[in-house]
């Protein structure tokens, strides 16, 4: 079984900033794709930016310029930096990976529990 446990969620005043990060944990031979979605009240899931495990990047238009994603492959992290975040950014943020538990595995698709990110003034 694999955990992905994210944290780095708050409170943040418009313009603001704020890191994310996301945890792998369990008996992992190797993480392919990690990412970032987000949920608002009432709204559908929707993602925000994704990483390759050699770090090609893609991100939502909405996001674009002021959101990076990144990984640390080592320690089966991925972090999102939002900068200049606004009241639209406010949601639930959840992590998701694609998780291969042998070498000859087919890659299984995980996600974390999410992190709540408000941003309000």
């Known amino acids: 079984q694999v955990q992905l446990v994210e944290s780095g969620g708050g409170l943040v005043q418009p313009g603001g900033s704020l890191r994310l990060s996301c945890a792998a944990s369990?008996?992992?031979?190797?993480?392919?794709?990690m990412g970032w979605y987000r949920q608002a009240p009432g709204k559908q899931r929707e993602l925000v930016a994704l990483?390759?495990?050699?770090?090609?990047?893609t991100s939502a238009d909405s996001v674009k310029g002021r959101f990076t994603i990144s990984r640390d492959n080592a320690v089966g992290t991925v972090y999102l930096q939002m900068n200049n975040l606004k009241p639209e950014d406010t949601a639930v943020y959840y992590c998701n990976a694609d998780v291969m538990f042998r070498s000859w595995s087919s890659p299984e698709n995980y996600w974390g529990k999410g992190t709540l990110v408000t941003v309000s003034s």
């Open positions: 990483i390759t495990r050699g770090g090609t990047t």
């Open positions: 369990g008996s992992i031979f190797r993480i392919n794709d």
